[in-house]
């Protein structure tokens, strides 16, 4: 069974930090280049970040640009997304895609496997 499971979300302070994981089984995760996107109250799912398959490119919404990093674990068939000096707008539902392959990487249609999210409250 094809399955992504997002954790590490949680309520953190403005200015701290939160590693999110996403676990992939029933596939290996390293086949395919990874989407996270976040999904705040009352909005639209955006694109956070992105490695794509050989982890050679790794993209940013301009938003996130040098507090996100993006990585992945091949031996633990796991992706991270490490999130520093959070802000309240980073508050969100969180969830990591498996992208097919074609399509503009900011597009959730362009991703085949989705987890089930993660929340991530920035508050003080």
């Known amino acids: 069974q094809v399955q992504l499971v997002e954790s590490g979300g949680g309520l953190v302070q403005p200015g701290e930090s939160v590693k999110l994981s996403c676990a992939a089984s029933?596939?290996?995760?390293?086949?395919?280049?990874i989407g996270w996107f976040r999904q705040a109250p009352g909005k639209e799912r955006e694109a956070i970040s992105y490695i794509s398959t050989s982890d050679d490119i790794t993209l940013y919404a301009d938003s996130v640009k040098g507090r996100f990093t993006i990585s992945r674990d091949n031996a633990k068939n796991t992706a991270y997304l490490q999130m520093n000096d959070l802000k309240p707008d980073d508050t969100g539902v969180y969830y990591c895609a498996t992208h097919r392959g074609s399509g503009s990487v900011t597009y959730t249609g362009s991703y085949d496997y989705w987890g089930q999210g993660t929340q991530v409250t920035v508050s003080s």
């Open positions: 029933g596939f290996r995760l390293d086949t395919w280049a």
